[in-house]
C-alpha cells in the first residue's frame, strides 16, 4: 500500500480564511486575491505571527471542501499521513490534534506527525502547498493551490487546485 | 550529511527512573531489575499509564547519562532528528519540546519530529529502544539497551548500553 503525506495548512486546513478574518477583525480593511497573490501571509499580513500564535487560530480553522470525503476514500486504498510543520508553533500541538479528531475521525494518532523540517518524511506520494515541502522529496509531488503559490511555475510537480481534482488524480 | 533519527524515551529521556519513582511513590514498594527484565513497562507497573499521563512526566525525566555530549557532537557530523512517538499521548507534546529545549539547546525545532508510527520515517540511521520501530526501518538500526529489550535478541541490529558506546560507533 503506497503511503501519502498529507499537509494540513493549506491543504485540509484552511488557515488562509483564518488570517482573513483576524486582518478584517483587526483594521476593518478586506484583502482582496489581488492583494494576496504571490505573496506569502507574512507579506499580506503585517501581523501574520500574531494570528498564528493567538489561541483558537487552527482550532477554528474552516476545513477544505471536499478534503474529508476524498481523504476518507483515500484512506482506505493508501497508508494516508497527515504531516504538519506545526514544531514551530508549539502552542498548535493541541488544537491541531484535536482538530484532526474532530473533522477527520478516521485518522488514527498513528497516522498523525508534527515535525518541523519535512526532509525527513518517507512516503509515495506527497500533498503539499509549499515549494521547501516538495523540492526535497523524492517521490511523487502533488502542488495545492495557496495565494502564495499560485503565480508560481509548478515545476515538476503536479498542480491542484482543489479535492476533487486529487480524487481524479489518486482514486481513477 | 547522513540523517539519524534519535529516539526520545529510553534513548534520551531516562523516563525508567520516573516509573520506578511514581511506583514506589504510590506502592511504597521498590521494584528491581529482576522484577523489570524482559517485560514492557505496563506489564511491570499497573498504573503506568496513569504515571505516563501524569502533568510533568516526561517533563522532568532525567537526561540519560552522556546523551547531551554525544549528541551534541554528532549534531556536528550528521543531521540529527529528534523523533518521538508522542502522538499517543498528546499532553506529552508540550512537556517534551520543552523538556528538549531545556537539555538540547542546540537541537532547533526544525530537527524534532512528534509522530504516531515511524514507519514514515526517511533516515540512514536510527536509534530506538523498541523493535516495532527498528523492524521496519531499512538504515542501519541501533538498539539501545532497555529493560523491556534486555533479554530479547538483538537479531540484525547493533545493540548499545549507553552512550559511549554510540560515540564509539558513530564517531570513530
Known amino acids: 500500500m503506497k503511503r501519502i503525506s498529507v499537509d494540513m495548512d493549506g491543504v485540509i486546513a484552511n488557515v488562509y480564511s483564518q ?9 476593518g480593511k478586506i484583502i482582496t486575491l489581488e492583494d494576496a497573490v504571490g505573496k506569502f501571509e507574512h507579506e499580506v499580513f503585517e501581523n501574520a505571527y500574531q494570528y498564528v ?5 487552527f482550532r477554528h480553522a474552516p476545513v477544505m471542501e471536499g478534503s474529508q470525503q476524498v481523504l476518507e476514500k ?3 486504498q493508501y497508508k494516508v499521513f497527515i ?3 506545526a514544531m514551530e508553533f508549539p502552542t498548535s500541538f493541541g488544537e491541531k490534534r ?5 473533522h477527520f475521525p478516521f485518522i488514527g494518532w498513528q497516522q498523525m506527525v508534527f515535525c518541523g523540517s ?3 518524511i518517507k512516503a509515495d506520494i506527497m500533498i503539499d502547498d509549499h515549494f521547501k515541502n516538495l523540492n526535497y522529496f523524492t517521490g511523487e509531488t502533488i502542488l495545492f493551490t495557496q495565494p502564495h503559490n499560485q503565480l508560481a511555475d509548478e515545476g515538476v510537480h503536479k498542480r491542484v487546485d482543489n479535492w476533487q ?3 481524479q488524480l489518486l482514486l481513477p
Open 53 to 57: 500564535t493567538s489561541p483558537g487560530f
Open 83 to 85: 504531516v504538519s510543520a
Open 19 to 27: 488570517f482573513l478574518k483576524l486582518y478584517t477583525a483587526e483594521t
Open 118 to 120: 519535512k526532509e525527513i
Open 74 to 76: 483515500l484512506n482506505d
Open 165 to 167: 481534482q486529487i480524487e
Open 98 to 102: 484535536d482538530w484532526l479528531n474532530e
